[in-house]
């Protein structure tokens, strides 16, 4: 990621109502004091592992710190809602991802709009997901485990970092396009449903990279494909899901944001 200081204080200023000349003096003296990031998720988990990368960068760059404060529930909605609901001066940020525009969808009534009160500054990265499965799970490849679905439907249980998750929506076009049924188990983030899956309470997760890369490293989880159209460099032993179920992909993103 490269954002120099003079590109992310502008893009952090130019989100409010505040004339020009407002802007451009405020952006000289920010940050005066310590800014807070929000992570509307558990720790563990890709947004929080983000969080903990971006936030020394940005202390390191802009001379104050960057205090990562972790509030996960309700679907990110507690977290994001906090920021929402605080002043507007850049001093509280958030770390959103596609749930932000799925809730809008899912819930019929929040004490926020997204759109009106959170102003993104920047997208972070984008990665696919992988496809991991507990070991105990009785299949090496990807069509192993679409004919063990198949025969025990219902059976097999799929986790996902909450309900309404860019994680479950990546499972749950798998089921229908693979033909396949799984029940599933939401968490309040990756990385509790992460833990879950390395203890066998659960059999599949469709994860970030990043959550759980060390893990497949270690072979303590199996990946059998990644969720984009091509291999992912640092799996490149590991096919897509393309491969073998034609037309899927599905992919993750993080950005920045402020009220």
């Not at 809602?81 to 850049?90: M, N």
């Not at 469709?206 to 893990?215: I, L, R």
Request: charged share 15%.
């Amino acid at each position: 990621m490269k954002l120099p200081r003079r590109q992310f204080l502008h893009l952090a200023a130019g989100a409010g109502a505040l004339p020009a000349v407002s802007c451009f003096a405020w952006a000289q003296t920010y940050p005066s004091r310590p800014v807070h990031l929000i992570v509307p998720y558990a720790p563990g988990g890709t947004t929080d592992i983000t969080a903990r990368l971006v936030g020394p960068w940005l202390s390191e760059r802009l001379g104050q710190t960057f205090v990562i404060e972790s509030r996960p529930g309700a679907a990110t909605n507690i977290g994001t809602e906090s920021v929402a609901h605080s002043a507007p001066d850049g001093y509280t940020l958030l770390l959103f991802d596609p749930v932000a525009a799925i809730n809008a969808t899912l819930f019929d009534k929040l004490n926020f709009n997204f759109v009106r009160d959170i102003a993104p500054i920047v997208l972070i990265m984008r990665t696919p997901f992988v496809i991991v499965v507990n070991p105990s799970v009785p299949a090496k490849t990807l069509p192993e485990f679409i004919a063990y679905a198949k025969a025990h439907p219902g059976k097999i249980n799929m986790a996902s970092g909450g309900t309404g998750s860019a994680s479950q929506l990546a499972g749950e076009l798998f089921k229908v396009m693979a033909g396949v049924e799984m029940t599933h188990i939401p968490y309040r983030g990756g990385g509790p449903a992460a833990t879950n899956l390395l203890g066998g309470q659960v059999d599949v997760f469709f994860a970030p990279v990043s959550t759980v890369m060390q893990y497949i490293k270690a072979d303590k989880l199996r990946a059998l494909a990644v969720t984009s159209t091509t291999r992912f460099q640092e799996l490149p032993d590991v096919p897509t899901v393309g491969d073998f179920v034609p037309g899927y992909e599905a992919s993750y993103w993080i950005g920045l944001a402020r009220r």
